[in-house]
């Protein structure tokens, strides 16, 4: 993937989310992705705040779109190589301050393989 690609990706991927579209958003994910979280960390102990693969994607967001019906990501701002995308935005949940967020993806074939997210 070219560098444009992986922006291109990016924003599906921000839209997605905000469209509380899950099947879209596992769909820009590898069958064997890993994700790491601060909020997994908390939500879900057990997981060490990682969970991998797509069905613990899409249980993991369907989960949160119930519990934060209201949930919203705004772009910030974007940065892409031919092989990773950083992502900057502001986490809006019903009745919380916004979170400044940083989230990486690593991207293989068209696909994210790895993301992490860091919040400020």
């Known amino acids: 993937m070219t560098a444009r ?7 599906a991927w921000l ?13 820009l994910y590898a069958p064997d992705a890993v994700h790491t979280s601060p909020k997994l960390r908390v939500s879900h ?3 060490g705040g990682v969970i991998r693969g797509k069905a613990a994607l899409s249980l993991w967001w369907r989960e949160s779109n119930v519990r934060l019906p209201g ?6 701002s974007l940065t892409a190589s031919d092989e990773r995308v ?12 916004p979170i ?17 997210v860091y919040h400020g």
């Open 5 to 11: 690609q992986n922006l291109d990706l990016a924003r």
């Open 15 to 27: 839209a997605a989310f905000n469209a509380h579209d899950v099947d879209a958003l596992v769909g």
């Open 45 to 47: 102990p057990e997981s």
């Open 71 to 76: 949930l919203r990501y705004e772009e910030r």
């Open 86 to 97: 950083f992502l900057e935005y502001l986490r809006h949940a019903p009745n919380e301050a």
């Open 100 to 116: 400044p967020v940083a989230e990486v993806f690593d991207v293989r074939a068209g696909l994210i393989v790895a993301s992490r």
